[in-house]
């Protein structure tokens, strides 16, 4: 048997930063220790279009930099992600 491995637990910030923000469907990153919402929609579908122009105009901007990328669904569950 393979060891299971934990799921990391979400750092406050975000969960204070998805606290604040009402629509059920966004992203979170936690770039340097700072906790930003960067994407928020009503509907998983404009959620869906808005993140495929987000990675395509600024996930590459990130490569570089210390990130964790959190995304919430439509159940206000919060779940750690890689791009």
Same mark, same amino acid.
């Given at each position: 048997m393979t060891p299971v491995r934990p799921q990391p637990l979400v750092p406050a910030g975000i969960v204070k930063r998805a606290a604040q923000v009402p629509q059920p469907c966004a992203l979170f990153l936690?770039?340097?220790?700072?906790?930003?919402?960067?994407?928020?929609?009503?509907? @998983?579908?404009?959620?869906? &279009?808005?993140?495929?122009?987000?990675?395509?105009?600024?996930? @590459?901007?990130?490569?570089? &930099?210390q990130v964790r990328y959190f995304i919430r669904n439509k159940d206000l569950a919060l779940t750690e992600v890689r791009p």
């Open positions: 936690l770039l340097d220790g700072i906790p930003y919402c960067e994407i928020a929609e009503r509907r @998983p579908q404009d959620f869906e &279009s808005a993140m495929v122009s987000w990675r395509r105009i600024n996930l @590459p901007t990130l490569v570089r &930099s």
